[in-house]
């Protein structure tokens, strides 16, 4: 039996480098492996202000990101959540079990809610149940996310654990799938941070940059004064210069292999290979999402026959929990 794996990406930004190596590119590989539900989450997007304009055309950007990158329709169910209302349904069952200090110890939501407390919306603080909603719903099995995303999914196995116990047993509880290398992307310019959709332009490299910019970006990246070429954590941006250059080598490239590729070489030499690796990696999913472009039904087809397929699976998840808490 193959495993089913759920994961999403919110459309609230231009998709860069981390999105791609500590997310997408694992859905990629291991797609032959399991059964794939893909989600562009645009209800989570709009817990902090968008562009209507704007959200619409990222959501279909990054539907044509999915493909371009090599997911394969046909394995993989492509959708966008508010294309399937038991996602905002079943978010309103998980928001009235989940205690209120469960939520508000999310770091994410502290640290976005940080600088406006006030001002931050309601849908911010809900932001992790209608997450666990979009897991449980299709009763996946995995999860594979980046790093960052442990936390929300741990926080829906609590959800799941205590909903089983206090109403039926609904839900099977999903396992977090997060890969060591790649997990964690820095900043190139403050190797220190995450790279994030929300950090300045030269924190990040975006998928769909020209070769020009990518060559500038990498080429600025903070390193350090040191000289010999080591994967050493207490060096940050050299770390994260090297992990790039591994996971974007052929499969199986260990450390050691890149350490003595680069023995009595320096940074500039290591930043140049990385230019044509990053820019030859990144060009197949360039090319492939502009082609994409010129076919804007094609990808509409898509995300309607991928939400066509797992509803489904939603309904009668979303009816079974309904049913154990009395409602109807
Ligand atoms: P989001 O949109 O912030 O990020 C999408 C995916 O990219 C990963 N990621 C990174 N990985 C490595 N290094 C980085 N610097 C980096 N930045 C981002 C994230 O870990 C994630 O896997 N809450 C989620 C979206 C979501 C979701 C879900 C995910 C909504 N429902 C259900 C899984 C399952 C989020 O904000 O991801």
Redesign the pocket.
Known sequence: MKKRV????????EM?????????KNWVEAQHDNENIF?I?DL??ITVPQDPTTLHRRTRDLAKIYLAAGLDPKRTAIFV?SHIKEHTELAWLFNCVTPLGWASRMT?YKEKSAEKKEQSSVGLLA??M???A??LLYQ?DG????????Q??EL?RDIAEKFNREYAPVFKIPEPW?RGE??????LDEPTK????SGGPSN?ILLLDSPEVIKSRIMKATTDSGRDIKFEAERPGLYNLLTIYQLFSPAGTTQEQIEAHFVGQGYGTLKKELVELVIEGLRPLRENFNQLSADPCYVEDILKDGADRIRPIAETTYKAAKEAMGLG
């Open positions: 759920f994961s999403g990406i919110q459309p609230s930004g860069h480098l981390g999105n791609y190596l500590g997310a997408i989600c989450v989570h997007a959540q994410q932001y992790p209608l997450m666990a979009d897991i996946a999860v594979p996310v980046g790093d960052d995303q442990k929300h999914v829906t997060i790649g997990a964690r992307i820095m900043a995450k790279m994030s959709k990040a």
